[in-house]
């Protein structure tokens, strides 16, 4: 059996192969890992979002692994987030997050975050190359998210190269190494903090815990404290360099959102669609047997929700392939779905949002400084972003901006 995800030109487009799976089967099995076991992999979207809201497909990871005789070192911190856990555990750690991440706390931020972009954007050159991943991408989303958690800005650096390093695929080592850095950092900090108390969220994590030891105990402090730190920023920053080669690439879209900026809001979630940042759910599997689109899975096997597949599904969404901003897209699964549905949707859409807005009115000649065939893409099924995006931008009333145009190159 071979996984067609494994084929270079997957990272580059994977929704060909995704639109072939489904066409045979929205649901099959597929290899996982390198000692020849089986997954099974969802490409459809009603069986996607079946899936997602099934309470037999557990995120306990730590029952799955329990006898499997691993030999990772991936820090207990990172190994068990609330990410991979079930009720009643799962319930109880993320009604202590909620509160940070409602509309009206995102609110809260917004002059934080304008004031952060506009900042960034300052250093951008006019008419030169530059990287939109690392001049916009990156830091946007990190510094956020660090000053929402209370992360010094003298850390920060070391906390996006953890980070990264978490996501390398196919270096265990890398990704084990880098999970007890960050918990370490974590667990410094928490101590840092209790000497000194400020009124960032993670402050107020550790009051919780303090305050009730039923509440919350040291080892899921740390933990919820790094899982906010990473999430908050990594698929973000996908999302935003999603969202910009799209528009480059469907230049109709981006005069719209240039020319009337209050469209923007309603543009997201179709440009989550079309290109999402999490392209695989994380992990799951099954507690019993499972029906899942005529496929029979067995129990204590991985499951593998392609969102991104599944955003492509033209059962779902008619010519799913095309960029369409006045589609109905309120049934996308960007942002997962049922009681694991991403917690700082608010948040990332708020800075989604904010960097369009500004890029489109500094910039408003922009396009991209290499054909999109050459661009370098993450190598983790988990995510999915362009680990670089070069851009060619010119101001306002520039006489090079005619020239350059805003169409992809």
Not at 134 to 146: D, E, K, Q, S, T
Not at 228 to 245: I, M, R
Not at 317 to 332: C, E, I, K, M, V
Request: hydrophobic letters at 40%; one cysteine or more.
């Amino acid at each position: 059996m071979t996984d067609p995800t494994q084929d270079p030109r997957f990272l580059q487009d994977p929704y060909p192969t995704y639109a072939v799976m489904r066409s045979k089967c929205p649901v099959q099995a597929v290899p996982t890992g390198s000692g020849g076991h089986t997954g099974y992999l969802v490409t459809g979207h009603a069986e996607a979002r079946e899936a997602l809201g099934d309470a037999r497909l557990s995120k306990d990871t730590a029952a799955f692994f329990s006898d499997k005789g691993s030999r990772r070192r991936l820090h207990p911190a990172v190994a068990h987030t609330m990410l991979a856990s079930d009720p009643p555990r799962h319930t109880r750690l993320r009604k202590l997050v909620t509160k940070a991440f409602t509309t009206g706390a995102v609110a809260e931020l917004r002059p934080f975050i304008t004031r952060v972009t506009d900042e960034l954007l300052d250093r951008w050159p006019i008419g030169e190359r530059f990287d939109f991943v690392a001049g916009l991408a990156i830091p946007l989303p990190v510094i956020v998210i660090c000053e929402l958690l209370g992360v010094p800005e003298d850390d920060r650096t070391d906390v996006r190269r953890w980070s990264g390093e978490l996501f390398a695929a196919g270096r265990p080592d890398i990704i084990d190494t880098a999970s007890h850095a960050m918990a370490d950092y974590m667990t410094g900090l928490v101590a840092a903090k209790r000497l000194r108390p400020g009124g960032s969220l993670l402050d107020r994590l550790i009051a919780a815990r303090d305050g009730d030891d039923d509440c919350l105990n040291e080892d899921e402090l740390v933990s919820l404290a790094v899982l906010l730190l990473v999430a908050g920023h990594e698929t973000t920053t996908h999302f935003l360099s999603n969202a910009v080669l799209a528009l480059l690439r469907h230049p109709d879209g981006l005069n719209r959102l240039r020319e009337d900026p209050d469209e923007i809001p309603a543009a997201l979630d179709e440009l989550l669609r079309f290109d999402s940042p999490v392209s695989t759910a994380t992990f799951r599997f099954t507690t019993e047997a499972v029906t899942l689109g005529g496929t029979d899975i067995p129990a204590g096997v991985p499951v593998l929700i392609g969102l991104g597949a599944a955003n492509r599904d033209p059962e779902q969404f008619p010519s799913p392939d095309r960029l369409d901003l006045d589609r109905d897209t309120t049934a996308h699964l960007g942002f997962g779905h049922g009681i694991h549905r991403c917690v700082g949707a608010p948040l990332a859409k708020a800075e989604a949002e904010i960097a369009l807005r500004a890029v489109l009115a500094r910039f408003p000649a922009i396009r991209l400084a290499v054909p999109p065939g050459q661009l370098a893409w993450r190598r983790t099924r988990l995510v999915r972003g362009p680990e670089s995006l070069p851009l060619f931008a010119q101001a306002p009333g520039s006489n090079d901006a005619g020239r350059h145009g805003i169409e992809a190159a």
